[in-house]
T-cell receptor, first 114, second 113 residues
Framework: DAEITQSPRHKITETGRQVTLACHQTWNHNNMFWYRQDLGHGLRLIHYSYGVQDTNKGEVSDGYSVSRSNTEDLPLTLESAASSQTSVYFC?????????????FGEGSRLTVL | SQELEQSPQSLIVQEGKNLTINCTSSKTLYGLYWYKQKYGEGLIFLMMLQKGGEEKSHEKITAKLDEKKQQSSLHITASQPSHAGIYLCGVGHYGGSQGNLIFGKGTKLSVKP
């Protein structure tokens, strides 16, 4: 079955370190998204991509970057981790190019920055 | 920008009881999505509503979009422990980030056996 997987599921890191969260989907979806989920804020969009070599900033993109070198993967990089980036991160994908369609979510990656 | 407000923020019900969760938008809704999140897991799609007055059901969960398309409700009949989790409504965000969803902050549901 097609799926979307995130790794690592849990990570603890120190302030200032670079961290990369992986996201891999096997649906061949063009659209991929990264969200973070925090108490009191709900889900907020970090970055998104509509296809290979396409990346766009979302609502809370500062301190994060993504790259899309193939259809299946959209890794999220924290260039210099900060305590404010402690959160649960969700990757999602969808097939729709126009309008909005169902998003398929990964299981999440819990990141703690000490 | 469009904002979604969910109520209540949290809910504890006895198993077997009915309950309703509301999602109110600051603007007209074009495509309202309901998702469920189990603790520590990703979001699972429940259903999508597009037309004013539309109603959809999935097992014991029914969602409605009001005629003015600014509010949606999610109703669970005869709740079970398996219904526990966080319910989130989402709306399509048109414009700069077309294709993604803006979410409400969620309603945390606990079902007491």
């Amino acid at each position: 079955d097609a799926e979307i997987t995130q790794s690592p599921r849990h990570k603890i890191t120190e302030t200032g370190r670079q961290v990369t969260l992986a996201c891999h989907q096997t649906w061949n979806h063009n659209n991929m998204f990264w969200y973070r989920q925090d108490l009191g804020h709900g889900l907020r969009l970090i970055h998104y991509s509509y296809g290979v070599q396409d990346t766009n900033k979302g609502e809370v993109s500062d301190g994060y970057s993504v790259s899309r070198s193939n259809t299946e993967d959209l890794p999220l990089t924290l260039e210099s981790a900060a305590s404010s980036q402690t959160s649960v991160y969700f990757c999602a994908s969808s097939a729709f190019l126009a309008g909005v369609g169902e998003l398929f979510f990964g299981e999440g990656s819990r990141l703690t920055v000490l | 920008s469009q904002e979604l407000e969910q109520s209540p923020q949290s809910l504890i019900v006895q198993e077997g009881k009915n309950l309703t969760i509301n999602c109110t938008s600051s603007k007209t809704l074009y495509g309202l999505y309901w998702y469920k999140q189990k603790y520590g897991e990703g979001l699972i799609f429940l259903m999508m509503l597009q037309k004013g007055g539309e109603e959809k059901s999935h097992e014991k969960i029914t969602a409605k979009l009001d005629e003015k398309k600014q509010q949606s409700s999610l109703h669970i009949t005869a709740s079970q422990p398996s219904h526990a989790g966080i319910y989130l409504c989402g709306v399509g965000h048109y414009g700069g980030s077309q294709g993604n969803l803006i979410f409400g902050k969620g309603t945390k549901l606990s079902v007491k056996p």
